[in-house]
């Protein structure tokens, strides 16, 4: 549902987030902007607000696949005695 007035600060980054995927024009109208400039402009501020810079609305979608982690050989002693 569409916000009824402009959210801002921590709501405006949620509902930014949330709809992110589905593009700025999409996001700023359920976030209760009409204007995606204006939009994009009040994200930036609320997020710089709590320390985070964002060049686009992009950069507020979590990556779904988390860094691999390369699995190299393990140095242990063999017993716990022989340390």
Do not use: R, W
Not at 26 to 44: E, R
């Amino acid at each position: 549902m569409a916000a009824s007035s402009p959210l801002t600060g921590i709501e405006l980054i949620n509902c930014a987030k949330a709809n992110a995927k589905k593009g700025t024009k999409f996001a700023a109208k359920q976030c209760g902007y009409g204007d995606p400039t204006q939009f994009l402009n009040a994200v930036q501020d609320a997020c710089q607000s709590i320390g985070v810079d964002i060049d686009e609305l992009q950069d507020l979608v979590s990556d779904p696949h988390p860094a691999k982690v390369i699995s190299g050989i393990e140095i242990a002693p063999e017993t716990p005695t022989s340390l």
